[in-house]
């Protein structure tokens, strides 16, 4: 599912119709209530949650401003799913994210995340096609296939995750070594005792009085 944020505009700089034709485009009135233009009526987050799970494309605005609030409902009915019985962040996942937050980090893990997810998502589409094309459209043998799918990534995954953190490690330690090689040349010549290539201060001879 896409979520246009803001109107699409073509090379004249005008906004471009046939985009705007194509998105559902709902208003949220101060009293908080969101309003369907394409139907015309009032509806609830449950109404909008169905609009995500049918890949609908839609863009929620605030009603006086235009403001773009698609991101803010969209959370809104993350909350919701997540106080249910059945939630999918555990508090320290949420935990770190909210440390990222203001971080150097915060766009490179944000973008991680989405490529991740859209991965995800390409997979298991593409399982889906392959055993409907086997089995026919029996749920069951979906959701199997798709289990077995996900007991052998979990091992693989490890695996990788593994690999890659021994990697970053290894890459971490060469960069620390470069690090205070050059240290070590830039202040060659400053006569520091004690730093390393300089030589060690001598010791007073205990018999030499001067």
């Known amino acids: ?5 803001g109107t699409a505009s073509n090379q004249t700089g005008r906004p471009d119709n046939t985009a705007t034709d194509t998105l ?62 059945m939630p999918m962040f555990t508090s320290d996942l949420l935990s770190q994210l909210i440390r990222f937050y203001g971080n150097a980090m915060q766009g490179m893990v944000g973008n991680y995340l989405e490529k991740n997810m859209q991965t995800f998502v390409q997979v298991q589409k593409q399982l889906q096609e392959q055993s409907r094309t086997m089995f026919g459209d029996n749920s069951n043998v979906n959701k199997d296939l798709w289990t077995q799918f996900m007991n052998f990534q979990g091992s693989a995954m490890q695996g990788m995750m593994s690999a890659y953190m021994d990697q970053s490690k290894n890459v971490f330690m060469q960069m620390q070594d470069q690090l205070q090689n050059q240290t070590k040349n830039i202040f060659a010549g400053f006569p520091f005792p004690g730093f390393p290539g300089q030589p060690a201060p001598q010791k007073k001879d205990e018999g030499d009085k001067s």
């Open 1 to 5: 599912m896409q979520h246009k944020h």
């Open 24 to 85: 559902r485009l709902i208003k949220k009135y101060p009293n908080r209530r969101l309003y369907d233009t394409r139907t015309s009526i009032y509806i609830t987050l449950a109404d909008v949650k169905r609009l995500v799970l049918k890949h609908e494309q839609f863009q929620v605005v605030d009603a006086k401003t235009g403001e773009d609030l698609t991101r803010s409902i969209l959370l809104q009915i993350i909350l919701e799913e997540e106080a249910g019985g």
